[in-house]
């Protein structure tokens, strides 16, 4: 199997060179440069490129618009003066990556570098603050049906549930851990989330996802496996810098499906 990997290379190949600008002005330069970005979100059409666009800023637009692979970021942070999200379209083809990146829907940051920069431009979309104490292990495995269950208990206001799903499953949470607290901090601890999906186009499109949750201490990947006669759900430390790991992981399982397919 052929393995993807995301790892730096040359320094000054990983230098991304960045343009930030209005829905309007992307579109019009996007247009100049016969590329079609009328997917993108926000308000507002394009405007007249009074002047013609940069080779380089062409061939990073075109090589956006007919990408091998990719990722779709979506992150969503909530905070004290509200709720944050911020979305990010990565393309790789050729060598290089193109990046359009917004919060608002209404300026984008386009970059493009080449793809031995990729491991800081992923990381730069998932890098946030965060300044609360380890509440959690480093690594958590439960069933999934009682992180799921203890959820819908919460939301509909049934805690006497809570007490039955934790004396059923307490014996698979591992040595040491208080269950009700643990399925209690899982729940009413997570700040955030992340939501990546890798895409391969060729020969045909195949993707995968990939899912983190923000505690008060940071990033916990999400994922499930099958148990002995279960399915259960792993939670994991991450940092910013660990999502290139990750989406170099999925990428090589599904270029792998893409080709097979």
Request: no cysteine; glycine share 18%.
């Given at each position: 199997m052929t393995?993807?990997?995301?790892?730096p290379a040359r320094p000054l190949d990983q230098v991304p060179r960045q343009l930030v600008l209005d829905r309007p002005s992307l579109l019009g330069i996007a247009d100049a440069c016969r590329v079609q970005?009328?997917?993108?979100?926000?308000s507002g059409g394009a405007i007249s490129c009074a002047a013609e666009p940069a080779p380089e800023v062409c061939a990073a637009l075109t090589r956006f618009a007919s990408a091998a692979d990719g990722v779709d970021l979506d992150v969503v942070v909530r905070g004290r003066d509200g709720t944050r999200r911020a979305r990010s379209w990565q393309r790789r083809r050729g060598g290089w990556v193109t990046s359009l990146a917004t919060v608002d829907g209404g300026d984008f940051e386009l970059t493009w570098c080449a793809d031995s920069g990729w491991p800081a431009v992923l990381a730069r979309a998932a890098?946030?603050?965060?300044?609360?104490?380890?509440?959690l292990p480093a690594v958590v495995d439960l069933p999934l049906e009682l992180?799921?269950?203890?959820?819908?208990a919460r939301a509909s206001?049934?805690?006497h549930v809570i007490d039955e799903l934790v004396r059923r499953y307490a014996g698979r949470?591992?040595?040491?851990?208080?269950p009700r607290r643990l399925v209690a901090d899982l729940h009413t601890g997570v700040q955030g989330r992340l939501r990546a999906v890798v895409v391969s186009y060729a020969p045909r499109p195949a993707a995968g996802v990939i899912e983190w949750l923000l505690f008060p201490d940071g990033w916990r990947s999400l994922a499930t496996y099958p148990g002995d006669d279960l399915t259960?759900?792993?939670l994991a430390a991450r940092t910013a810098d660990h999502l290139a790991v990750d989406v170099a992981a999925t990428l090589t399982s599904v270029a792998a499906r893409a080709r097979s397919a």
């Open positions: 393995t993807v990997e995301l790892a970005l009328d997917w993108l979100p926000g890098r946030v603050r965060t300044s609360g104490r380890p509440r992180l799921v269950g203890v959820g819908e206001g049934r805690t949470l591992g040595p040491g851990a208080d259960m759900v792993r």
